[in-house]
C-alpha cells in the first residue's frame, strides 16, 4: 500500500482560507487520478475535489468556485486551496486516488482535521 500523508488542516473562521496538501510515497501523483475527500461526523466520505493526469478538474457542487485542486509534480504532492470555508465545511480531509475514474483505491491515510468556526 502507497502511505498517503495529508497535512495542512487547522480551525479557520468562516470566510477565511486553508490549503492542504497530500503527499504520496511510491507514486506518482502526475500520472494517476487523485482526489480529496472528506468525512463529517456522522456522514459518509464524499469527493470534493478530483484532478485527473491530463489536468482536467472536477468538483462538488458544495465547493465549486470556493475551492480549488492542484498537483506540484516537482515536490508528489495534491493540493487544495480552500476558501471563503463555511462551517459546513468542517470534516477530516482525505486524499486518494480517484476510484471513479481508476476504479481502484489506497488505504486511507489518517487525514487532516479542518474546522470552520468562529
Known amino acids: 500500500q502507497v502511505p498517503l500523508v495529508e497535512s495542512g488542516g487547522g480551525l479557520v473562521q468562516p470566510g477565511g482560507s486553508l490549503r492542504l496538501s497530500c503527499t504520496a510515497s511510491?507514486?506518482?501523483?502526475?500520472?494517476?487520478?487523485m482526489g480529496w475527500y472528506r468525512q463529517a461526523p456522522g456522514q459518509q466520505r464524499e469527493l470534493v475535489a478530483a484532478i485527473r493526469s491530463g489536468g482536467r478538474t472536477k468538483y462538488a457542487d458544495s465547493v465549486k468556485d470556493r475551492f480549488t485542486i492542484s498537483r506540484d509534480n516537482a515536490k508528489n504532492t495534491v493540493n487544495l486551496q480552500m476558501n471563503s470555508l463555511k462551517p459546513e465545511d468542517t470534516a477530516v480531509y482525505y486524499c486518494?486516488?480517484?476510484?471513479?475514474?481508476?476504479?481502484?483505491?489506497?488505504?486511507w491515510g489518517q487525514g487532516t482535521q479542518v474546522t470552520v468556526s468562529s
Open positions: 486518494n486516488i480517484d476510484r471513479e475514474t481508476m476504479g481502484y483505491q489506497y488505504s
Open positions: 511510491g507514486i506518482s501523483v502526475n500520472i494517476v487520478a
